[in-house]
């Protein structure tokens, strides 16, 4: 027998060795991806609602406050029953704390559930998986009459 005959044989185990070892990894990361993804638009429209609150002047939590997010999160969707909003797509809660002066940041932890860096990808090769937010806490002037 030639070496030649046995190469489809063994293109076919090696790949399946591959799929074994290495699929598991690929789904997950795959998965990852496409909840960094929805994480990345659902966390975007809750700042976007809190930046609205602040700016009207209602009340929000404050950075530090994990109990007071949780409410608000589940007051301002209350309309989604079928999980807890107060949770990001890792089942990890959402964090709310102050960045630099009335800055804070609204933050998933990620995939890894780490503290780290906020990443501007859904691959999180900048360092970090983190999904941030930035949120102004100094309420805007009143604008004056035209």
Same mark, same amino acid.
């Given at each position: ?16 060795? /591959?799929?074994?070892? +290495?699929? #598991? ?5 795959? &998965? ?7 994480? !990345? $638009? ?44 107060? /949770?990001?797509?890792? +089942?990890? #809660? ?5 960045? &630099? ?7 998933? !932890? $990620? ?36």
């Amino acid at each position: 027998m030639n070496v030649k005959s046995f190469l489809p044989i063994l293109f076919v185990v090696g790949g399946s060795v /591959l799929v074994v070892t +290495q699929g #598991p990894k690929a789904v997950a990361k795959a &998965q990852n991806m496409v909840k960094t993804k929805l994480q !990345r $638009g659902e966390l975007a429209e809750t700042a976007k609602s809190m930046r609205l609150d602040i700016a009207e002047a209602r009340k929000v939590p404050r950075p530090g406050h994990p109990d007071d997010l949780a409410d608000y999160l589940r007051e301002l969707r209350a309309a989604e029953k079928q999980k807890d909003v107060a /949770l990001d797509a890792w +089942q990890r #809660p959402f964090l709310l704390e102050w960045d &630099q002066g009335r800055q804070a940041v609204l933050r998933s !932890r $990620g995939a890894n559930g780490d503290r780290d860096a906020c990443t501007t990808e859904d691959f999180g090769s900048d360092g970090g998986d983190d999904i941030c937010e930035r949120i102004d806490f100094t309420p805007p002037k009143p604008r004056e009459a035209l």
